[in-house]
T-cell receptor, first 113, second 116 residues
Framework: KNEVEQSPQNLTAQEGEFITINCSYSVGISALHWLQQHPGGGIVSLFM???GKKKHGRLIATINIQEKHSSLHITASHPRDSAVYICAVYPPISNFGNEKLTFGTGTRLTIIP | GAVVSQHPSWVICKSGTSVKIECRSLDFQATTMFWYRQFPKQSLMLMAT?????????EQGVEKDKFLINHASLTLSTLTVTSAHPEDSSFYIC????????????FGNGTRLTVT
């Protein structure tokens, strides 16, 4: 079982729909990244969060440390949101010197016009 | 925001030759850079962690002599795939961060390597 699980693996939706991508992890973490990988391969860091909620434009990320769960929401989805979304976690701060990200397997999102 | 430039974006080379991939942080000092490999439809696999001025730390199973990493300055790290073989064909991507652990990571756009 992966330490970081994402669901769904694939998601196809109509333009304008509200999108939710989930990430659950089984290890202790200090922070969590949500990344967006475009079809060309480039990766953009969307959010880095360790508690609560962050919002940027149409994107919202939430994290519940107790439940070891994070969600990425996209409101009013658009075809240009089509990409692979990856969540990745940092180990606890006590692991200083070994601060490597553990990646989820990604969620492939396709938004149909 | 911070920009990481990776070059080349794609390269085709013949078996047995070496290929160098550059990763530059354009507007910040990248004390640590990470090199990843990604197979089709799979997630990123960390190959090595590179700290400026010191030897890279390789992940288990990654051949140091095959994937040479140099991080000679605070803005440049290079990955050289030596004596490339078709099985080295993959997507390679770097990321960089400034100084403190758990600070935000900034990714390059990746390099697609095809070895014929």
């Amino acid at each position: 079982k992966n330490e970081v699980e994402q669901s769904p693996q694939n998601l196809t939706a109509q333009e304008g729909e509200f999108i939710t991508i989930n990430c659950s992890y089984s290890v202790g973490i200090s922070a969590l990244h949500w990344l967006q990988q475009h079809p060309g391969g480039g990766i953009v860091s969307l959010f880095m969060l360790s508690s609560g909620k962050k919002k940027h434009g149409r994107l919202i990320a939430t994290i519940n440390i107790q439940e070891k769960h994070s969600s990425l929401h996209i409101t009013a989805s658009h075809p240009r949101d089509s990409a692979v979304y990856i969540c990745a976690v940092y180990p606890p701060i006590s692991n200083f010197g070994n601060e490597k990200l553990t990646f989820g397997t990604g969620t492939r999102l396709t938004i149909i016009p | 925001g911070a920009v990481v430039s990776q070059h080349p974006s794609w390269v085709i080379c013949k078996s047995g030759t070496s290929v160098k991939i550059e990763c530059r942080s354009l507007d910040f000092q990248a004390t640590t850079m990470f090199w990843y490999r990604q197979f089709p439809k799979q997630s990123l696999m960390l190959m090595a962690t590179s700290n400026e001025g010191s030897k890279a730390t390789y992940e288990q199973g990654v051949e140091k002599d095959k994937f040479l990493i140099n991080h000679a300055s605070l803005t440049l790290s290079t990955l050289t795939v030596t004596s490339a073989h078709p099985e080295d064909s993959s997507f390679y991507i770097c990321s960089a961060r400034y100084r403190t652990p758990w600070s935000p990571l900034h990714f390059g756009n990746g390099t697609r390597l095809t070895v014929t």
